[in-house]
DNA sequence: GAAAATATTTACGCATCTGATATGTCGACC
DNA sequence: GGTCGACATATCAGATGCGTAAATATTTTC
């Protein structure tokens, strides 16, 4: 249970003690409550304990090259990420900001428009509503924060691909996710046209999930739009 | 002969003729579909006729300064707006980040950081979409963020061109949506002259919704100018 | 490297949706 | 009363979209 402090927390994922020191006493004076991580492990265990609002993070790090955090995170959390770097190429934004990146400021950058940026990043995401991190409906359960699935109790073995979808519409029981949001989300923008394999996988998730597959009573259909899951 | 347009409409505000022909022309490419202003009061026209999923704005506009676009924008729309700027100024971008616009991007820029810039606005739209916004009145229940409509409890099952017109009206009940918008954003631009296949639809949703068909109660004409759904 | 698991391609049956055409209704106007 | 224009409804054949099954390719695992 997470504490509401009035001052939103802020994680700073920098290696550079100068470098760390000088965001966070900035994102102090700014009335925001910044917690320092400085290497990959640190972070994936402060952003738990944390659970910031928004994540800062310098993509050169000591034990890792900070976007296969980022794609982590996404797996498993919403929070901003609002990527620093020294890297001025195009290419490397690109790859940030499509891995699940909010925002990209290269180096240097003035404090002004960086806190700019995170009263940006953090109005949006207090527009997000709050989630739920278990879904539970009679006799599926899914842990959205343990990746886990059961089904009357027994645990359920899903693929890769099987499991994002499932979170995708777990997350937003009762709300229709569209072909293109799902296609977005599991294989990537330049899917948007193979709503083709969205049958085929929605389908052997019925198989393992439905009593009676061609009746769904979580997976549900709405034709030419989505689909949802079954909301409580 | 079909065509329920999926290709995300982005409206792009922008003066200078050869810059926004090659913006649009970049968009079209990665799939979107471009609508181009070249002045503020073009931009406010366009924006409600098609209702894109974002805008992309030149601050230096001859009728007037966007920021005050931005934020007039703001108080009837959640739509992300993507900022381009020949200026580079720190104040500038600080002030149009916490105007409301969700990013700001200096000139000169890459093509491709423009787009993954996009996209990144696009997939966070996509999740915001997803907050509740319900119309609700005697009976009839469209909740706008999952989808979903009921009557006197009982869910109703749309088709996608349905689903479409009514979303479109229930976003704004009491208002009369002209037969060009409804055309405009169920089929398309170039659907303008079938008002024909408005009839036909919304007597079947009327079919659907409607105790008396011949005398709704949700689902009103307005001879000449077109429909609207029956306010609160 | 082989076997197993997973993902993609291809094909087809079936139900549903769509828009053309035709006809019916209502009110305005002369 | 009759005509006209705008809107509503009925019917129906063709198009489209969804689900499934099987074959093939790819990735993972040991």
Redesign the pocket.
Known sequence: MKILSERPSILVVEDDREISRFISSSLSAAGYLPYVAANLVDARKLFWEVRPELAILDLGMPDGDGKDWIAELRQRSDVPVLVLSARQSEKEKVACLDCGADDYLAKPFGVEEMLARVRTALRRAAMMSLRDHVYDVSGLRIDLAAGTVTLNGKLV??????YKLLMMLAQHPGKVIT?RQLLTSV?GAEYLD???????????L??KLEAV??E?RFLL?D???G?RIAAS
């Not at 073995?157 to 099987?162: G, W, Y």
């Not at 193979?194 to 052997?204: A, D, K, V, W």
């Open positions: 073995k899903l693929t890769p691909i099987e072909y294989w193979e709503t083709h394999y969205l049958r085929i996988h929605m389908g052997r019925r198989a597959p061609a769904p259909t034709p030419g739009i689909y």
